[in-house]
């Protein structure tokens, strides 16, 4: 029986989390740095919900960045197969291979099986990857809910086990745990077994006084009281009935945007020529225009 993998603790405590997550350029709440200290300290994976725009996969860079880990991500899809996520055999080369042997001796099938289901021709996709690494890593699974179900089946073993089984190789088995991050639009719901196996967060957008900070602090030139204005204009934004919200990336890109336009202040001429930055449809553009007054 292979022996679990290892996870050695990457943060001290709660306040170092949300010390060194604010050096890498994410500023945590109580909940957020809590929620990650215990992940970390438990050693579980860290599933990350909520709109899209929060924040999420942030959070796991910023997790990579403040502990010195690889970020290795998967990014989950409607298709997504086993192949893409875990591993695959470069068929091409192999064929190559079993015709130069058979053009060379005349090698049959069996003479040549060992050789091309080697570890020359294994293409290690995220999942494999993260769990054959020894050094520190931060495996994101992003946007889980896109994926199939069966994908959860495949990803309930993998995080149970932190092992994959190769028929022509063997069983591979983590010697150290990588630090686990899911994120999930809720775009629909994940199985009852992935989330057990999971600690939760839920991720909304910050409040008017943190997405201030988030914006001085990545945006440090731009005035508070544009800040202040810019976060205003974005919260009131939001509350429309729009296709797709402004993200807090979007916010600043916004700040920075002004900032390159050396505006100090966001009137109507301002947020009329740059709301392109933030509105990324024609009739979201039309709603704000018309809610805010801006024709």
């Not at 086990?161 to 994940?190: K, W, Y």
């Not at 989330?195 to 440090?220: F, H, M, N, Q, T």
């Not at 005035?223 to 990336?249: D, F, N």
């Not at 002004?258 to 020529?273: I, K, Q």
Request: include cysteine; hydrophobic fraction near 40%.
């Amino acid at each position: 029986m292979p022996r679990p993998p290892t996870q050695t603790p990457q943060f001290s405590s709660v306040a170092d989390v949300s010390k060194r997550l604010a050096t890498a350029g994410y500023l945590p709440d109580a909940q957020i740095a809590t929620t990650v200290f215990l992940a970390d300290r438990l050693g579980k994976p860290l599933l990350v919900e909520g709109p899209a725009g929060t924040g999420k996969t942030e959070l796991a860079k910023a997790l990579a960045a403040a502990t010195g880990s690889e970020l290795i991500r998967l990014q989950c899809y409607e298709g997504l197969d086993e192949a893409r996520a875990l591993y695959e055999w470069n068929y091409k080369k192999q064929l190559l291979r079993i015709q130069a042997a058979q053009g060379a001796d005349g090698a049959d099938w069996h003479a040549v099986h060992d050789d091309v289901f080697g570890e020359e021709f294994l293409l290690s996709r995220p999942l494999l990857t993260a769990i054959r690494r020894t050094e520190p890593t931060v495996l994101l699974i992003d946007e889980t809910d896109k994926a199939d179900v069966e994908v959860e089946g495949l990803l309930l073993e993998v995080l149970s086990d932190f092992q994959v089984t190769i028929p022509e190789l063997g069983t591979i088995a983590a010697t150290r745990r990588p630090t686990v991050v899911l994120t999930s639009n809720a775009t629909r719901e994940l199985s009852e077994a992935l989330k057990r196996r999971c600690l939760y967060l839920s991720l909304d957008y910050p409040s008017a006084e943190r997405e201030r900070e988030i914006v001085l602090s990545r945006v440090p030139d731009l005035a508070p009281g544009l800040a202040e204005q810019l976060v205003r204009t974005i919260r009131a934004l939001r509350a429309l009935e729009l296709k797709k919200s402004p993200s807090i990336s979007e916010t600043l890109d916004w700040a920075q945007t002004l900032l390159e336009l050396g505006l100090d202040t966001l009137d109507e001429t301002a947020v009329r020529s740059t709301l392109g930055v933030v509105l990324k449809h024609a009739s979201d553009q039309d709603r704000a225009a018309a809610e805010l007054r801006l024709n």
